[in-house]
């Protein structure tokens, strides 16, 4: 549970919201006002263009459910700017209730997701902040890759062994197999 994942999350709720509100909207026969907005909401506001900031801003204005997931988003991005683990807890726990407030089903699911794993989140700020997910994530790609060059193989001792071959670079045993990695 890392920053990236987290907001990938939220983003796919905003999307989620911005969707079916739009489908609302249209079957009320209203103006299609998100029509054409889904990369307004879902990048941050540093890196709109200056073309999009009105059409932004115009969103902004309204009063709706999209809106109010994505200004939910915003607010969770203080979450990672969180000085320590306790302050970090706190603004974790002031989001949830606010994302339980709107009423919204997608950050409601998001919330209970992050209530769930809340100790793996909180490790980032424990660990000083300074720990990427991405070896962690390379190893679960090298391990997939070695599981799947495995396949066919008999036994559960040979897959472990091809594991360790490819994730340790461990010289290959004289064995009738050869290990792909």
Not at 60 to 87: G, H, I, M
Not at 94 to 120: E, F, G, V
Not at 165 to 181: K, V, Y
Request: charged share 25%.
């Amino acid at each position: 549970m890392d920053r990236f994942h987290v907001t990938k999350k939220l983003s796919a709720a905003i999307d989620k919201i911005r969707v079916g509100e739009a489908r609302v909207l249209q079957a009320q026969g209203k103006q299609p006002v998100l029509k054409n907005s889904r990369w307004l909401l879902l990048q941050w506001r540093e890196h709109l263009s200056e073309l999009q900031v009105p059409r932004w801003q115009e969103l902004l204005q309204l009063n709706l459910d999209t809106v109010r997931a994505y200004l939910l988003k915003e607010e969770f991005r203080q979450f990672f700017d969180a000085r320590s683990p306790t302050q970090a807890n706190q603004l974790l726990k002031r989001w949830r209730r606010r994302a339980y407030r709107t009423k919204l089903q997608p950050p409601a699911q998001i919330s209970r997701m992050l209530a769930n794993h809340r100790p793996l989140i909180l490790n980032w700020f424990r660990t000083g902040r300074c720990h990427s997910p991405g070896a962690a994530e390379g190893l679960n790609l090298k391990a997939t890759l070695a599981l799947r060059h495995a396949f066919g193989f008999r036994t559960c001792d040979a897959c472990q062994l091809a594991l360790c071959h490819t994730l340790a670079h461990l010289p290959q045993p004289p064995i009738a197999h050869e290990f792909c990695g």
